[in-house]
T-cell receptor, first 111, second 115 residues
Framework: GENVEQHPSTLSVQEGDSAVIKCTYS??????FPWYKQELGKGPQLIID?????GEKKDQRIAVTLNKTAKHFSLHITETQPEDSAVYFC??????????FGAGTRLFVKA | GAGVSQSPRYKVAKRGQDVALRCDPI?????LFWYQQALGQGPEFLTY????????KSGLPSDRFFAERPEGSVSTLKIQRTQQEDSAVYLC?????????????FGPGTRLTVL
C-alpha cells in the first residue's frame, strides 16, 4: 500500500517568511496530490491540489510543486500570516477508494 | 448551511456502551468517507460509500465498527461495545465524484471519549 511521509512535523516561521512542507510517497501510480489545512476543532479543508500531468500550480500565496520521478510534492506558502498557523496534511491518491493522509505538519507563524 | 454536518459534536461513553455517529453530507455528493483521527495524527481511512453501496471497509478496525448509508445520503457509523482505544475524533467527508480526483469536504467531526 501507499506509504506517505511529511517533513517537517513541526515548522515555526516569522510572519512574512516562507514555509515549505514536503510530502514523499511510495506508489508511483499516484496521480492526484492534494494539500489540506486543519484548524483547531475543525475538519481538514482543501487548500490546493495538483494532478500528475502538471509540475506546479499556484494560487495567490500558496503553491504546490510535484516531482513524480522522485515521488514527492511540496507545499509552499509565501508571506506567511498568523492565520496560516494550522496543521497541514498531504494525501496523495493512487486510485481505488482509500485515501492515505500524511501524519501532518504543524505550522506556527509568529507575529 | 451547505457544508457537511456531523452529530453529536461530542460524545462521552462508558466502556462497553454502543454509540452511533451521524453524518449529513453535502446534497448530491455521491461519495462519502469516514475517518478516525487520533490526537496529533492524520485522518485514518475507515470506510467509503458510493451512493448507498459500501465499496471499501478495509479500514474498519474490528467487527465492532459498522457503517451504513441506506438511502445514499445520510450515513451512520456505529461502534458496539466501545473500548478506550476507540477514543478519537471521527470525521466524515463527502465529494461530488469518485475518490482520487475530487475535493473531499469534511465535517467538523465527532469527538468520542470512552471512559
Amino acid at each position: 500500500g501507499e506509504n506517505v511521509e511529511q517533513h517537517p512535523s513541526t515548522l515555526s516561521v516569522q510572519e512574512g517568511d516562507s514555509a515549505v512542507i514536503k510530502c514523499t510517497y511510495s506508489d508511483s501510480a499516484s496521480n492526484y496530490f492534494p494539500w489540506y489545512k486543519q484548524e483547531l476543532g475543525k475538519g481538514p479543508q482543501l487548500i490546493i491540489d495538483i494532478r500528475s500531468n502538471v509540475g506546479e500550480k499556484k494560487d495567490q500565496r500558496i503553491a504546490v510543486t510535484l516531482n513524480k520521478t522522485a515521488k514527492h510534492f511540496s507545499l509552499h506558502i509565501t508571506e506567511t500570516q498568523p492565520e496560516d498557523s494550522a496543521v497541514y496534511f498531504c494525501a496523495p491518491h493512487t486510485g481505488g477508494f482509500k485515501t492515505i493522509f500524511g501524519a501532518g505538519t504543524r505550522l506556527f507563524v509568529k507575529a | 448551511g451547505a457544508g457537511v454536518s456531523q452529530s453529536p459534536r461530542y460524545k462521552v461513553a462508558k466502556r462497553g456502551q454502543d454509540v452511533a455517529l451521524r453524518c449529513d453530507p453535502i446534497s448530491g455528493h455521491v461519495s462519502l468517507f469516514w475517518y478516525q483521527q487520533a490526537l496529533g495524527q492524520g485522518p485514518e481511512f475507515l470506510t467509503y460509500f458510493q451512493n448507498e453501496a459500501q465499496l471499501d471497509k478495509s479500514g474498519l478496525p474490528s467487527d465492532r465498527f459498522f457503517a451504513e448509508r441506506p438511502e445514499g445520503s445520510v450515513s451512520t457509523l456505529k461502534i458496539q461495545r466501545t473500548q478506550q482505544e476507540d477514543s478519537a475524533v471521527y470525521l466524515c467527508a463527502s465529494s461530488f465524484g469518485p475518490p482520487g480526483n475530487n475535493e473531499q469536504f469534511f465535517g467538523p467531526g465527532t469527538r468520542l471519549t470512552v471512559l
